[in-house]
């Protein structure tokens, strides 16, 4: 589960940063200095990002090597990593520390409510590829 978890982290990573850092340039990790300090704090946020998800594919090679690759294990632990991931995005970073927003608008109650409205829903679909994986266990 550690390597799904891993990887989920490293997954939610990589797609805030590509999707909403780069791409729709919205925010950088760290808003609180100038954009060059935005640009190297970006840097080492999808530095981050690679490192979990690299670290995770060992851990699964190793997984498969020995036979103990379990799918519902691991795509729960993704799953949980990628909301865990964005929830704590969600309420420490943006409304807690106040380090970004997800954008800079008026109505940012809405692009909040989407955000840890999506987190919810992937740590939901996570506990229930757990609990569906100890069911088929506690039936065997």
Do not use: C
């Not at 909403?20 to 760290?30: A, D, E, G, K, T």
């Amino acid at each position: 589960m550690l390597s799904g978890i891993l990887f989920g982290v490293g997954l939610a990573a990589f797609v805030d940063e590509v999707v909403f850092h780069q791409l729709l340039r919205w925010h950088h990790f760290y808003d609180l200095a100038t954009t060059d300090i935005g640009l190297i704090s970006d840097g080492l946020f999808h530095a981050f990002s690679w490192f979990a998800t690299i670290a995770s594919l060992f851990l699964l090679a190793d997984l498969k090597r020995r036979q103990a690759y379990i799918p519902l294990l691991w795509w729960g632990g993704s799953l949980l990593g990628s909301g865990g991931f964005q929830l704590y995005d969600g309420l420490i970073q943006h409304k807690w520390m106040r380090i970004h927003q997800i954008r800079y608008v008026e109505n940012v109650w809405v692009y909040d409510l989407v955000w840890n409205g999506v987190a919810v829903i992937m740590i939901v679909a996570g506990l229930f590829f757990l609990l569906r994986h100890k069911k088929r266990v506690a039936h065997v």
